[in-house]
Structures are given as C-alpha cells and as structure tokens.
C-alpha cells in the first residue's frame, strides 16, 4: 500500500560518487551532468540513463568544470541540454561561472554563449515558448532578488531581464522550481528552510510575470532546503534534502507531497492519503 522504491544500485556502478549534479529528461535518455565527484578533482562529466543502463557519454569541446551548485539543467525539444551558472572554488578563490553551456546530445558537441551575469544555487524553468526563466540562487555571496529575473531564449540565444509584479518574495537558493500546464511556477523551500513565505507562486501564463503566496489550507511540513521537487500530473513530490540547516537530513522515506490542481487553495497530502490519490491519478490518465 505504498509508494515502491526500486534500488538502481546494481547497475548504476559506472557512476562516481557525486554531488551538486545535475538531473534532466532529453527525450529518449536521462542525463546527468557531474557536479562534484568525490572520486577526483575533474567534474562535468555527462552519463546518461537509456533502458535500465548507464553511459559514460564522451563529449566534443567541454566546458570549463564548475560546481554545478543546484543550477537546474534543462532539455527542449531538440535535444539540446542547457547549463548556466555554477561555482568552482581553487585554492578557496570563488570563480563564477557566466557563461551558457548548451550541449547537443545528438552530435554530443558542446557550445557557449556569454551571460549578463555569473550566478550559481538557482533554478532553471524551461517555458513551452522556449525561455528558460532562472529564479533565485547568489551572485558573489549576495542571494539575487526575486523581482528581477533572468531569461534566456533558447530560440534566438538571447538574455532578456525581466521585472515582475506582485507580492516579491524572499530571496533564496537551494530552492526548487517546478511548472504547470498552465504556466505557474511553483517554487518551493530554500535557504535555510526558515523562510515564511517557503511556497510562493510565479504566474507566466500573462505578459506580466507575477508572484503570489500560495494559499495552503492544511498542515505543511517543515520547509525543506537542498530537496527535489518533481511534477507528477498536478501533484508535487518532494523529497531529500534537509528541513533546516542545524537539523539532521531527512530520510529517503520521507516523501511530501503538494496537490496543486486548485491554484486558490494548495493542499498538502497527508502520507497516508497520497498512495490512493496518485493511484487514481494513474488510472484516469
């Protein structure tokens, strides 16, 4: 009567221990892009994940390696994964990285573009329009403020700065950002999960960005920092990560889930109600 964990450690060898990685869908394969390898001191390394089986994918003209630092990478629809932003830190000497990074999975060549400015521990949101919108995150050691976000048109690579409207909310990284079908950004949790406003709203379905403090009329759980979020039809999984900077991590059964479905009143799913309501969900999709 549970949410079943299937345990990938047998065939997922070929890959180092890891952290600050990046995760994404493009197309046919999974692809992970190394952030921190506890194995050496080389990162950027590019595994995918196609049919029960892990690749070591050998690129043409990599990056520099950075920290990936919780920077979202995304796919479109062409196959082209991009990565912006990151930190690298030789010899205690931060470095920021400011450029884009786009790989084409198909020719497996890489290619960059300059940004306005480097930023690192923020997400990325890829729009059907083709902008991906980043939210959040730091520049230097400053948290970036909310109200002004940065675009990035995958269509013509270009950056576009962009104000937003209503209720700015705090600023933040470590977060994460996920997208609805019509055009909201769900942000949730970050910095050191004691923010009051830890679930806030981002509307892209208008001209006008604009944020809003999400209504939630049941019981929420700690705010969560360094987790993941993933959309499954209209509800949010989250999971991993801590619930405060100075409490021990959570535990890999710790999963939380947010029913999204009315974007006038969110409802956090009791652990005992979520099994029946995502089997429901499978079932008349």
């Known amino acids: 009567d549970k949410l079943p964990w299937v345990d ?15 995760f994404s869908n493009c197309g046919d394969s999974l692809i992970l892009y190394i952030g921190e390898s506890g194995e ?30 919780r920077s979202q990478t995304v796919c479109d629809k062409t196959g082209k994964m991009y990565r912006f932003g990151g930190n690298f830190q030789p010899s205690g000497n931060p470095v920021i990285n400011n450029k884009m990074n786009i790989l084409d999975i198909h020719t497996r060549v ?15 949101t890829l729009l059907p329009n083709g902008y991906i919108v980043y939210i959040g995150g730091r520049f230097s050691e400053l948290l970036v403020n ?14 576009t700065p962009k104000e937003t409207f209503g209720d700015t909310p705090t600023p933040r990284a470590y977060h994460s950002a996920v997208l609805t079908q019509d ?31 999400a209504n939630v009329s049941t019981k929420s759980p700690l705010s969560h920092t360094y987790h993941t979020a993933t959309l499954v039809g209209h509800y949010m999984i989250v999971i991993f990560g801590k619930n405060n900077e100075f409490i021990t991590q959570t535990t890999k059964n710790e999963v939380f889930i947010l029913d999204t479905s ?5 409802k956090w799913i009791r652990k005992d109600d979520y099994q029946e309501q995502i089997c429901l969900y499978t079932f008349h999709r």
């Not at 590019?46 to 390696?65: A, D, E, M």
């Not at 890489?110 to 930023?119: E, F, L, T, Y």
Request: net charge negative.
């Open 8 to 22: 990938l450690s047998p065939i997922s060898q070929i890959l180092p221990t890891h952290a600050w990685s990046a």
């Open 40 to 69: 050496s001191d080389e990162y950027g390394d590019v595994y995918t994940y196609n049919l029960q089986q892990w690749n070591n994918l050998t690129t043409i003209n990599p990056p520099p390696s950075y920290y990936h630092s």
């Open 110 to 124: 890489w290619r960059s573009n300059g940004a306005p400015v480097g930023m690192y521990d923020h997400t990325g």
């Open 146 to 159: 909310m109200s002004k976000l940065l675009l990035y048109n995958t269509n013509d690579d270009t950056w």
């Open 183 to 213: 055009g909201r950004i769900i942000v949730y949790g970050g910095i050191d999960g004691t923010a009051a406003d830890d679930l806030v709203i981002l509307d892209t379905s208008q001209a006008n960005y604009t944020w809003s403090i």
């Open 262 to 266: 009315d974007k006038s009143n969110y």
